[in-house]
């Protein structure tokens, strides 16, 4: 059976991940993984979330499984975290997965089985494993337009390309802090969207991988919040990875809107269904962390002043690692980065840059020029800098 199985095509996140590893040289510098670091170049447990796991371990009296869909407490509390009061929950059907990738995984799967002629229209560019999942479905995509050369969004081209879009098709949108770019739609960007939409009758389908590391979980959370007030119909998926740093324990939720409580109930149904079929129960142990830590005023302000002083610490490295790139080329050409959010942004280098600054001088990109600013310290902001500088003349 398995003899002559071709090899399965490499992920380049995951093969730059371990060519860093495999690097012996001092002083390299990893830019590529999509993980928080401090600043001592580690990605620590939140206290709040130790504390917690702590409070469960004490407390939990059974590991029995919950249910097909997951710990409702769970689902309620990112429900509220995320969308507020923008939608009643009569009008929202849930599903627990194993991680954000789980529930755009699962999110495919409803738009498949609902309506399976759709196109998912992707930003161009969008973070990888987007696109790489739908063609492994073999779903029809597209992609419309989206970031400017400049590093900054593309309006016009932007608006134009959605305008096209149209009715039944999928629309995928950041929530915030765009990966791989750090572009982010203004809040009136959003306002046109919604009006856009609203004509169009595409369907949004949100990716919300960092909520709380642009600028501020509220106004991270704004632009799909008035989708939600204005539009029948939303798909939103949602990761605890980075906003709660429980990589390893893949924490996710899809949340489905619907026009009314009828659909809801199909909708919920279909969820389980897909669930069931997938994995059966999602993992429980990360979201009930979530969920206990949202539940206790003290653990919430714990984490939200932790998630404050990561995402200040990454304001100060691009305002830090900008200042120092025009210090040293002389040019404007690297200014967009102080203005992204998040984690991300992609540096306009050609990719024999991109692999001088990997093979010359240890410094470790995405082929495509993203790079993980928390990935940078004060330590290493001036040789990183000056590498790009050298390499860029």
């Known amino acids: 059976m398995f003899h002559g199985l071709p090899a399965g095509q490499e992920d380049p996140i995951i093969a730059l991940m371990l060519a860093f590893r495999g690097d012996t040289r001092p002083g390299k510098v990893d830019l590529g993984v999509g993980i ?83 196109t998912v229209w992707l930003p161009d560019p969008s973070w990888p494993n987007h696109m790489a999942v739908l063609d492994y479905l073999q779903r029809p995509t597209r992609t419309y337009r989206y970031a400017a050369p400049e590093g900054e969004l593309d309006r016009d081209a932007f608006f134009e390309d959605l305008a096209s879009i149209p009715r039944g098709d999928v629309v995928l949108l950041h929530g915030c802090c765009h990966n791989p770019t750090g572009i982010d739609p203004a809040p009136e960007d959003w306002t046109r969207i919604a009006e856009i939409l609203s004509q169009t009758g595409a369907v949004p389908l949100i990716d919300l991988a960092y909520q709380g590391f642009g600028t501020g979980l509220t106004e991270d959370a704004a632009g799909l919040r008035h989708l939600a007030k204005t539009l029948p119909e939303m798909l939103l998926c949602i990761s605890c990875s980075k906003t709660f740093g429980l990589y390893r324990d893949r924490a996710g939720l899809l949340l489905a809107l619907a026009a009314n409580d009828a659909d809801r109930t199909t909708l919920q149904s279909q969820l389980t269904l897909l669930n069931r079929n997938a994995f059966s129960f999602p993992p429980d142990h990360a979201g009930r962390l979530v969920s206990t830590v949202l539940a206790d005023p003290v653990l919430k302000a714990e984490w939200e002043a932790e998630l404050t002083a990561m995402r200040t610490r990454i304001r100060t490295l691009r305002d830090t690692f900008t200042a120092e790139l025009r210090r040293l080329t002389n040019s404007d050409r690297f200014d967009r980065i102080a203005s992204q959010n998040g984690m991300f942004s992609r540096l306009p280098l050609e990719p024999e840059a991109i692999r001088a600054l990997r093979e010359d001088h240890g410094i470790y990109l995405i082929g495509d020029g993203r790079m993980n600013v928390s990935g940078l310290t004060d330590e290493t902001i001036p040789r990183v800098a000056r590498a790009i500088a050298e390499t860029t003349v």
Not at 67 to 82: E, N, S, V
Not at 101 to 110: C, I, M, N, T, V
């Open 36 to 118: 928080y670091r401090d600043s001592e170049g580690a990605t620590p447990v939140m206290s709040a979330v130790r504390k917690a796991e702590q409070h469960l371990a004490e407390t939990q009296e059974t590991k029995a499984y919950t249910a097909l869909t997951g710990d409702p407490a769970f689902a309620d509390a990112l429900r509220k975290l995320t969308l507020g009061d923008a939608a009643s929950a009569d009008r929202i059907a849930f599903a627990g997965t194993p991680g954000g990738s789980g529930a755009l995984r699962q999110a495919y799967e409803l738009i498949a089985r609902t309506a399976p002629d759709a």
